[in-house]
């Protein structure tokens, strides 16, 4: 599953009742993936409670237990202006390009233009990426290039692993970003902000 997005994809969904992703105003299904040094972890933020006990079976765990839920309320219920959060996002940062009077979608490949498409969208997300000395507090730590079949035809995506510290300055941006995601490709593992604690 994890070399392929389509069926990651497939397999986090079959994991809600079918209508689960279907109401855009509670929020969507986002997933990421977490590749650490010891261990590789899905997230997942959702409407609704998960349940993968048959993708425990797939696995062959089917005797433990290996994942667990949180309500996401005490987070958004606790946002206010001003606090300082560290972050990570993985996204498709993407454009728009005319072509021979066409319009297309193309994703920025340079970590440097890829850096400027998060910052151009961080008043409409809610934040600044800003330290307090207005030094920029966001990086680009990696990207991955992935092409895989859906239905039958290949689909290219390019995802952009981002982390660093933000500051709130709309709490109601800052929860519709959190619940809908940001950018393309949230089918695929994009969009899904996360935040921690910002170490002092």
Known sequence: ????????HAAVLSSFPPSTDAAPDDGRVLWSIDRGREKTALWILSPAVPS????????G??????????????????????????FRLVANPVH???EGGVKKRRVHQKPEYQLQWLLDRQEAMGVKFHSEDDVVAATVTGSEHLVFKRRGRNVTLVRVAYRGLLEVTD????????ISGIGKGKAY????????KASM
């Open 1 to 8: 599953m994890l070399a392929s997005p389509e069926m990651l």
């Open 96 to 98: 728009i390009v005319t």
């Open 189 to 196: 593992g994009c969009g899904l902000l996360t935040l921690a």
């Open 61 to 86: 765990w089917s005797q433990q237990k290996t994942w667990e839920t949180r309500d996401y309320s005490g987070l958004i219920g606790k946002l206010m202006k001003g606090q300082r959060y560290a």
């Open 52 to 59: 993968f006990e048959h993708l425990q079976e797939q696995a």
């Open 171 to 178: 709490c109601d941006l800052l929860e519709k970003t959190l």
